[in-house]
């Protein structure tokens, strides 16, 4: 069970950092989600295709409650160092590490000014590879709704990043 | 730039033709208007290159250690609540039992009784409100976690 689970939990410590944007909150989700998987009857076995999405939705519930319970807005040490590591993967060509980092901030900057329903749904699809059924699984919603939640919320970052390129030509 | 009634139709299925999630038939028709249609493609076209990027964008593993240690954690975690459990429920019956004998022993005078019920009634008492206490403390303490 616990190599399931370790490939799942990378994706969903991904997702809790989206999220709360602290590697330190990120963890703890990710701790008690973790527990609750143990621990839960009603759990999906790791090795089937039902336990992602499943994961997935007690790692976002778990964040959702976190924000609640500290109320607190992100700061900028998160990104420094997520930039950080950035650069010094690509590092072997300056030119094209720059401009993969400007993309990479705009792009960020983009999906932190979209609401937290639009982005949560952008990052599942566009990041994480989750079907539209798993989608609808995970943020509680029907299998119906999630394309055109998703379209609105591209049309959006698009529209956002747009005026970004747009600021910074 | 050419713009048919049919765009107003297509909109939330580019979305869907971009992640392969319409029927045969729907698929068939989206592609046949995105050869027809400039507009449209050029959506098309920018919401393909957002997935791009958007599915590029740098977002750091958790540490393998920490991972590790998250996942070790929950068997010792099972264990120490196990050996919690055992040990609660051990000095829980041993009191039930004390306090039954206790009572129930006719050697010992009733005087002795009452004064020792409320010596170690009083002090168990004491006992539960300072947990009590600490278990409030700890959960709703915010500096808590910072190190000193």
Redesign the interface.
Known sequence: M?DT??KA??GA??LA??MLGQ?AD??DV??DA??IA?AHRSAPKSNSADFKPWFYRVVRNKSIDKLREQKRHRNDEFDD???L??DS?VAADPEQALQ?TQ??LQ??SA?MLLPDQQREI??L???H?L??LEIAEVLDIPKGTV??A???A?LA??TL?TQTVGDNP | MKNTRLCEHIGEQLSGFLDDELSQQENQRISVHLSQCESCTKTYEQLKQIQGAVSETFYPNMEQQKMNAVLQDLTSRRMFDFAWFAIVSGVLISIVFGVYHFWLDSNIPLYSKVVMSLIWGGGIGLFLTVLRQRLIISKTDKYNKVDL
């Open positions: 616990q689970l370790a939990t990378q410590f991904k950092l989206q590697l990120a963890e990710l701790q973790v527990s143990i160092q997520v930039d590591e950035l993967n993969t993309l990479n792009v960020k999906l952008v990052l699809k566009d990041y590879q079907s539209y394309m055109s998703l379209h609105r591209r970052l698009k990043l």
